[in-house]
Nanobody, 112 residues
Framework: QVQIVECGGGLVQPGGSLNLTCATAGFRFSALYIGWFRQALGKERELVAS????????DLADSVKGRFTISRDDSKNTIYLQMNSLKPEDTAEYYC?????WGLGTLVTVSP
């Protein structure tokens, strides 16, 4: 049985930081591309960052380049999204995708 659990979201002021965690189970984790997506209220879900096996290929959305970092720890079947210099427009539900499976998300709110 596969499991995906995101955590680390919360309320933060503009300019602040958060580190999201996506813990997984039941996958051949080290062999998979993993992605972080987000969906703001009234908008479509969009890709924020993805990371390939062995971290050889990392893609970031233009809107988060220079501010967000994605990483993986295959020994823990976990990926991370370090988010710095957060802006109000980063407010969204953040989801982890593993293959065709999605987690339930973690809410990030950036507000004064």
């Amino acid at each position: 049985q596969v499991q995906i659990v995101e955590c680390g979201g919360g309320l933060v002021q503009p300019g602040g930081s958060l580190n999201l965690t996506c813990a997984t189970a039941g996958f051949r984790f080290s062999a998979l591309y993993i992605g972080w997506f987000r969906q703001a209220l009234g908008k479509e879900r969009e890709l924020v960052a993805s990371i390939s096996p062995e971290s050889t290929n990392i893609d970031l959305a233009d809107s988060v380049k220079g501010r967000f970092t994605i990483s993986r720890d295959d020994s823990k079947n976990t990926i991370y999204l370090q988010m710095n210099s957060l802006k109000p427009e980063d407010t969204a539900e953040y989801y982890c995708r593993v293959g065709e499976h999605w987690g339930l998300g973690t809410l990030v709110t950036v507000s004064p």
